[in-house]
């Protein structure tokens, strides 16, 4: 019960990061990877709040959203009465068939899984692609620092919208911020953070099975790195 009310505080707070630029810019970027088509069928895997999820939807596209907290799920469920969720884990075997998606993305969720188990998360991955179906992942590099994303989020803004409008919305942004570094520093203890080397989601998806992997791309104001991979035809 205290870990449900503990999540739940969490990501009451995580929807602030929709007012950052950065994290804008960084559900864009993934859609435009993933070349969205109509007939999509795509998971995203750790869909938190349902953020890219929304934003694949509005894009044409059929989306299924899988993440192992269900509140999370539940606030999702909030924006779209009618989303497809599941509750499941990256590191079982999940409840899908053989080469059932077009398409897969995972933002800010390999990371959190222990090193050794990345591996075969991302291989389960791979089972449920269909063959030449596309995967684009992200995750923070170890050399990042969030309050550089929020820096990058203040010269962005006030280029855009002025000084005035930009410490508006900062104020706006403080007390759930706050909490959000917070309740960060308590998850940093519930959990063992696996963060990347530069090349490190590229190699992995190598050992996975994956081709065509993509030069890595440095996104979310660089503190994040950025792979697709296809699998073999």
């Known amino acids: ?40 069928v795509i998971l995203e895997a750790g869909c938190g709040t349902g953020n890219l ?19 999370a799920l539940e606030l999702y469920r909030t924006k779209d009465p009618v989303a497809n969720t599941i509750l499941g884990n990256l590191t079982d075997i999940l409840p899908f068939p053989n080469n059932y998606f077009d398409k897969i993305v995972s933002n800010n969720t390999l990371y959190i899984i222990d090193k050794g188990k990345q591996i075969l998360a991302l291989k389960e991955l791979y089972r449920i692609l269909k063959p030449g179906g596309k995967i684009v992942i992200s995750n923070p590099i170890i050399t990042g620092s969030p309050i550089k994303i929020y820096l990058s989020h203040i010269k962005l803004s006030i280029k855009a919208t002025g000084v ?29 953070y696996s963060l990347f080397e530069l090349n ?7 050992q996975s099975g994956f081709i065509k992997i993509s030069p890595t791309k440095l996104v979310y104001a660089d503190q994040n790195i950025l792979n697709s991979a296809f699998k073999p035809i």
């Open 164 to 192: 005035l409008k930009t410490i508006k919305v900062l104020l706006r942004m403080l007390l759930p911020t706050t909490k959000i570094f917070w309740f960060n520093m308590k998850i940093k203890k519930m959990y063992h």
């Open 1 to 40: 019960m205290l870990k449900e009310i503990f999540w739940k505080k969490y990501f009451c707070s995580y929807d602030v990061l929709n007012l950052l630029i950065p994290y804008q810019t960084l559900l864009s970027t993934l859609c435009s990877e993933l070349e969205i088509k109509k007939t999509d």
């Open 53 to 71: 999820a929304l934003m694949i939807k509005n894009n044409g596209s059929k989306v299924i959203g899988l993440d192992n907290c269900n509140v």
């Open 200 to 206: 490190g989601q590229k190699n992995l998806l190598m």
